[in-house]
Nanobody, 126 residues
Framework: QVQLVQSGGGLVQTGGSLMLSCVFS????????MGWFRQAPGKERDFVAG???????SYADSVKGRFTISRDSRKSTIYLQMNSLKTEDTAVYYC????????????????????WGQGTQVTVSS
């Protein structure tokens, strides 16, 4: 099972930027699709961005053009660069990993991820 440790997050004003990081440890002979999800109080956990083992990406419509997901395989780390933040981006953010058979596979459904980070709070104030 993959272990995920998140860092980053915090408080920022509307229009500001933050970067989240997620270090993962696990077998290197298995392809993992990685993703970022977020959960606001009283709401479900929603997909934000996903990246395949080969670097293909996918984004939720609400963050397209503002957020960028990337991965550095040498550092076993994925990142979520968040720009032009809005108050509606306020949530607890989670990174996730899921085994895949192909290095091109992107996963967007939370149920398809096997391992989760501890979560980090992002608060955007107006």
């Amino acid at each position: 099972q993959v272990q995920l440790v998140q860092s980053g997050g915090g408080l920022v004003q509307t229009g500001g930027s933050l970067m989240l990081s997620c270090v993962f440890s696990g077998r290197t002979d298995i392809n993992y699709a990685m993703g970022w999800f977020r959960q606001a109080p009283g709401k479900e956990r929603d997909f934000v961005a996903g990246i395949s083992a080969s670097g293909r990406t996918s984004y939720a419509d609400s963050v397209k053009g503002r957020f960028t997901i990337s991965r550095d395989s040498r550092k076993s780390t994925i990142y979520l660069q968040m720009n032009s933040l809005k108050t509606e981006d306020t949530a607890v953010y989670y990174c996730a990993a899921g085994r895949t058979g192909s290095d091109r596979t992107i996963r967007t459904a939370a149920s398809l991820f096997d391992s989760w980070g501890q979560g980090t709070q992002v608060t955007v104030s107006s």
